[in-house]
């Protein structure tokens, strides 16, 4: 009997201290934690302990007061529960100035945020082995390239449209050369055939009209008038 009413009165214990409890599982201000301490360290990985767990406290409350430097924020004021082996747990944010009231969640996010590398290198893990689940990881602002990339896309056109012209007018010389040697070419061919028989006969054409020239050009004795030729 002793024993029974015993159990009764822890179990009630243990029911209206969850029921204060402000951290629990899918608590609307609270978070939860995944941890990948194997993924991210590999054989240098560490245990997960209660002095682990003060740490990611007292990181928490850094980032809180970092993101709001009128409240004082403690250890005290993270209250972390529902640990699992595999190292997962939820947790929440008291405030300093009342410690009934939870700090928001959406407060709590930005506070993770500002200070997310801090937290990560804490515990020497990144977004993806550290993960605050409803949290998206933290994005890298982007860089400024130090050229404009208008400048760049011009620079690519003209020098497109610069190569091509170089093409163009390459290809025109060439063009132009080997015109110039098939002429010349040809030339060679045409002379070496007026050096054969036609031009032979062309000499010889010219021998015989030179010789019928001269011929044309002898005076015939037969047919002159010649007195001295005539009179018998």
């Known amino acids: 009997m002793r024993k029974m009413f015993g159990k009764l009165i822890f179990g009630l214990l ?11 599982t899918d608590a609307s201000d609270g978070y939860k934690v995944r941890l990948s301490l194997q993924t991210a360290l590999g054989s240098d990985a560490y245990d997960w302990t209660p002095n682990e767990v003060f740490l990611f406290r007292a ?30 747990f939820w947790f929440v944010v008291r405030r300093p100035d009342d410690p009934e009231r939870l700090v928001g969640g959406a407060e709590v996010e930005l506070a993770i945020r500002k200070s997310r590398k801090r937290i990560n290198s804490a515990f020497l893990l990144t977004d993806r082995t550290l993960e605050f689940v409803g949290i998206a990881p933290t994005l890298l602002a982007p860089v400024a390239p130090a050229t404009p990339p208008w400048l760049i896309a011009f620079g690519v056109v003209m020098g497109a449209v610069g190569a091509g012209f170089v093409v163009l007018v390459a290809s025109s010389v060439i063009q132009k050369r080997r015109t110039k040697k098939e002429n010349a070419a040809n030339a060679t061919e045409d002379d070496d055939g007026e050096s054969g028989p036609s031009k032979r006969l062309e000499n010889g054409g010219a021998r015989r009209q030179s010789g019928s020239v001269a011929n044309d050009g002898l005076a015939n004795d037969g047919f002159s008038d010649d007195e001295r030729v005539t009179q018998m």
């Open 59 to 88: 990181t928490l409350a850094f980032a809180m007061r970092n993101h709001l430097p009128d409240l004082e924020f403690r250890v005290d004021d993270v209250v972390v529960c529902e640990e699992t082996p595999r190292v997962s």
């Open 14 to 24: 243990w029911a209206i201290s969850a029921a204060q409890s402000p951290c629990q």
